[in-house]
């Protein structure tokens, strides 16, 4: 068994079976000359080498050698069309080892190495996927980051008007999801504590504005509402008969129910959803929605807060003058107060005549300047228990207790003529002029807001004659 495992050449070097290849070429030409030198050198040597001898052990050891050396060489042409495959980015193929040499090892190695490339493509592949997965969600929270500042923005400078605000939050929540949708239900102005849907976006076979909520009431969001925790329906949500009822009902499968509270003053339930199939809501988009929420939150209390603020001031802040919700409340005071004593009342409402020509041509700086001293030429001229006040962009109002009709037009006629021949300007030399209407109680009504509607309406007189004139 040791003599046959020596002779066998599976598992020899390529160096070793060269030589072996080697010398059974050699063999051959030293069997012709054998030959020759037997036969035709030295003929009377016994004739130990035959033609036919010479010629099947020539033929025997040329195929052994051929066989050897294909042996050598296929594998080698094998590996280099293998080689061009794997070049070419196909990398499923297998080279045989049929060998323990050098073109076995090296076999081996090339199909280590192709699987190794193939392993690590798919990992580069996967990282890859992974890494667009990242930077899509990257993109959607610095898109989100980006709404909260403009959102946040907005609150600070009150520059929009709350249902445009809330308009926006609902939008760039939802926008967060894919196929994301949002609806926001707030109460009315009734008092009934019922909410409905007022704002929503991207709602389409979606039935949720047809939803109303209502805090102690029995139906889910209703029950949301009244505990005022987050729900958070996705496929992980432990299902109920309740749950896919409103499902069905509504046609929704995936959302988010916020709701929206400042201590104990309930303001409003945002829902957002997504029409994804499967869907579970991650933790950080949760997150995110209650940031939204908190912003809602902080617009409408800062709505609120703005509307009380506005209803607790009694000045304009550019003239001094009262404010129109004030002068119209003492209007309504004062009415009482002349009907139970049998007393007169007048209200006069003054416009600027051409004003907004005026603030084209000298800016707004300047306007606004001009308005400071038509203020001070109406304080200055109020009777002891007169009011004035600013009650609009170029308007004014005058409240006179204890002056009939007459008495008004007097005083707004003079009032007329000081503004006309006054001096509007610090620097340079501008006047302006100013139409009025008076009303009188109860002559023209007995109510602040009928006589506010007739001195209005003897102004528009006054404006139609020709401007700078008082209508009574």
Do not use: W
């Not at 594998?75 to 070049?87: F, G, Q």
């Not at 896919?244 to 400042?262: C, D, H, M, Q, T």
């Not at 030429?377 to 600013?390: C, E, M, S, Y």
């Amino acid at each position: 068994m040791g003599l046959i495992r020596k002779l066998m050449l599976g598992n020899k070097g390529l160096r070793y079976k060269l030589l072996i290849a080697f010398s059974l070429m050699s063999i051959i030409p030293l069997l012709a000359c054998m030959y020759v030198i037997s036969n035709h050198i030295f003929p009377g040597v016994e004739n130990l080498f035959t033609i036919s001898s010479v010629v099947t052990v020539s033929i025997v050891l040329a195929i052994l050698g051929l066989a050897l050396a294909r042996g050598l060489v296929d594998p080698v042409i094998d590996m280099a069309l293998e080689a061009k495959i794997i070049a070419s980015g196909e990398y499923d193929g297998n080279l045989p080892v049929s060998s323990d040499d050098e073109i076995g090892a090296l076999a081996g190695s090339i199909n280590m190495m192709t699987q190794k490339v193939k392993s690590n493509l798919d990992e580069l592949k996967s990282y890859s996927q992974r890494m667009r997965e990242i930077n899509v969600d990257i993109h959607k929270k610095v898109m989100a980051l980006s709404s909260l500042l403009q959102i946040g923005d907005t609150i600070a400078a009150r520059s929009i008007q709350i249902d445009p605000l809330i308009s926006l939050i609902v939008e760039r929540s939802a926008s967060v999801l894919d196929t994301g949708y949002g609806v926001f239900y707030s109460s009315g102005k009734d008092g009934s504590g019922v909410f409905k849907a007022g704002i929503s976006y991207n709602i389409d076979n979606e039935r949720l504005t047809e939803v109303s909520i209502k805090k102690g009431g029995h139906e889910f969001l209703d029950r949301v509402l009244e505990s005022r925790a987050i729900a958070i329906i996705d496929k992980s949500a432990k299902p109920s008969k309740e749950l896919e009822g409103f499902r069905s009902a509504y046609n929704v499968k995936n959302f988010l129910v916020i709701p929206i509270y400042s201590g104990r003053n309930d303001l409003g339930v945002l829902l957002i959803g997504s029409r994804t199939e499967d869907l579970r809501f991650k933790d950080d988009d949760v997150e995110l929605m209650k940031v939204f929420a908190k912003q809602a939150t902080i617009a409408i209390e800062s709505d609120l807060l703005s509307k009380k603020t506005d209803q607790l001031a009694i000045k304009d802040d550019l003239t001094d003058l009262y404010n129109k919700t004030f002068i119209m409340g003492r209007l309504e005071e004062e009415i009482k107060r002349a009907i139970f004593y049998q007393r007169p009342c007048s209200f006069i409402v003054f416009n600027i005549d051409n004003f907004k020509k005026f603030r084209d041509a000298h800016g707004e700086l300047v306007a606004e300047e001009a308005l400071k001293r038509i203020a001070k030429i109406f304080r200055d001229n109020l009777t002891p228990v007169g009011k004035a006040a600013r009650i609009g962009g170029d308007d004014f109002a005058m409240l006179l207790p204890e002056k009939n009709k007459k008495e008004a037009g007097y005083i707004a006629e003079e009032l007329r003529k000081k503004i006309e021949t006054a001096n509007l300007l610090r620097q340079g030399q501008a006047s302006m002029t100013v139409s009025g209407g008076v009303s009188e109680n109860p002559i023209d009504g007995s109510t602040a807001e009928e006589l506010y509607k007739k001195a209005v309406d003897a102004l528009k007189e006054a404006k139609s004659l020709g401007k700078n004139r008082v209508a009574i």
